[in-house]
C-alpha cells in the first residue's frame, strides 16, 4: 500500500515557477514508477510527466517539454515535479500517481495510487 500526498500548488503568474513535490509513505517507494497528471475544469485528466523506480527514465507530454523536470529522491520518498516558464493553460489540479509499471503511466495514463491533488492556477 502507497499513500501519496502532493503539495506546492498556488497562484503564479504566467512566465513564474512553481514546484510540486508528492511524499509517498511506505517501505517499498522506490520501487515505484511515478507519474505526474493534471486535470483542467472541464477536460478530461491528462499525462504531464513520468519517472522509472531508478530516475533513470523519464517523459514528458509535449506541452510541458522543456519547461517541466520531474525528479525523485528515493532516501525521501518523495517525486518532484519543477515547472517554470508556466502559462495560464498550465492551471489545473495537478495528481501524482504510482505503479510499479511505467508503462502503466506512460501509456495507459493509469496508476495503482494515487494523490488527492494540488491545484495550480497560472495567471495572464
Known amino acids: 500500500q502507497v499513500q501519496l500526498v502532493e503539495s506546492g500548488g498556488g497562484l503564479v503568474q504566467a512566465g513564474g515557477s512553481l514546484r510540486l513535490s508528492c511524499a509517498a509513505s511506505?517501505?517499498?517507494?522506490?520501487?515505484?514508477?511515478m507519474g505526474w497528471f493534471r486535470q483542467a475544469p472541464g477536460k478530461e485528466r491528462e499525462f504531464v510527466a513520468a519517472?522509472?523506480?531508478?530516475?533513470?527514465?523519464?517523459y514528458y507530454a509535449d506541452s510541458v517539454k522543456g519547461r517541466f523536470t520531474i525528479s525523485r529522491d528515493n532516501a525521501k520518498n518523495t517525486v518532484y515535479l519543477q515547472m517554470n516558464s508556466l502559462k495560464p493553460e498550465d492551471t489545473a489540479v495537478y495528481y501524482c500517481?504510482?505503479?510499479?509499471?511505467?508503462?502503466?503511466?506512460?501509456?495507459?495514463?493509469?496508476?495503482?495510487?494515487w494523490g488527492q491533488g494540488t491545484q495550480v492556477t497560472v495567471s495572464s
Open positions: 519517472i522509472s523506480w531508478s530516475g533513470g527514465s523519464t
Open positions: 500517481a504510482a505503479d510499479l509499471d511505467l508503462h502503466t503511466i506512460v501509456l495507459t495514463w493509469g496508476g495503482d495510487y
Open positions: 511506505g517501505r517499498t517507494f522506490s520501487s515505484y514508477a
